[in-house]
């Protein structure tokens, strides 16, 4: 399993993992971000930590808490080596590395399942799936085991800029437990597709009512997302 991003929901989804999975099962951190001063209050790290590199420092105290390997790559996600079989969790705020993640899962001889999640300030939205090739989104029975990748379903996220404002002047605007609820969610998606049983293909998280609101997958869901356009130039451009 990869964790793409390190930051404030990544660094607690790699946590949670370490918790849920076997101690056998591989998990490999990919950040090539330093901590910095303004990631002390809302991501896993803390001021020893300073100007190190996130997915590193991650590894090694997860893997001594918990006694099991920890991977990490310190690369960009262009540059980084995703293992097979396995699934990968997006946790980045820009199309680019999005676009890059995309490219990774379609370069794998069997597509990985891909779980995409991002935040503003009080409000978040995962979601799922694995592939482009429209084909493979005929279920089994009630199963699916293709879903069209994240970057399909909603193409406009590869258009997402990194955010102008500084990282300190963002985190002063979230909300404090938004990366928490995000990475609680993420890993209850992760613990059903490992057992089989996620009835889901997106969902949608609102601090400010309470509320998640999930879209189930459907036939009639999976067909009208699959004819959004948004994954063609990731396969022209392998």
């Excluded at 910095?36 to 209050?41: D, G, M, S, V």
């Excluded at 020893?48 to 990490?72: C, Q, T, W």
């Excluded at 490219?103 to 409000?123: A, C, F, L, Q």
Aim: aromatic share 6%; hydrophobic share 40%.
């Amino acid at each position: 399993m990869t964790i793409v991003g390190c930051g404030g929901t990544g660094g607690f989804i790699a946590e949670a993992l370490c918790r849920l999975l076997p101690a056998d099962a591989d998990l490999v951190l990919v950040d090539h971000d330093r901590v910095e001063e303004r990631n002390l209050t809302r991501q896993s790290f803390y001021r020893e930590d300073l100007e190190g590199f996130k997915s590193e420092i991650l590894a090694h105290r997860l893997a001594l808490r918990f006694d099991r390997p920890v991977g990490y790559s310190t690369l960009p996600v262009a540059m980084a080596e995703f293992f097979s079989p396995g699934l990968v969790i997006g946790c980045v705020d820009n199309g680019l590395a999005r676009r890059d993640i995309a490219r990774k899962i379609m370069e794998m001889p069997y597509h990985k399942w891909w779980v995409d999640s991002g935040n503003g300030d009080n409000y978040g939205q995962i979601v799922i799936g694995n592939t482009d090739v429209l084909v493979d989104m005929v279920p089994e029975g009630n199963i699916y085991r293709g879903l069209p990748l994240p970057t399909i379903q909603k193409p406009e996220l590869l258009n997402q800029a990194p955010s102008a404002m500084g990282c300190a002047e963002v985190a002063e605007e979230q909300g404090p437990t938004i990366n928490l609820t995000m990475a609680a969610a993420v890993v209850e998606v992760v613990r059903r597709l490992i057992a089989g049983t996620c009835p889901w293909i997106q969902l949608y998280i609102d601090m400010e009512s309470g509320t998640t609101v999930p879209v189930l997958v459907r036939p009639e869901t999976v067909n009208s997302l699959k004819q959004r356009k948004g994954g063609s130039h990731e396969r022209t451009k392998r």
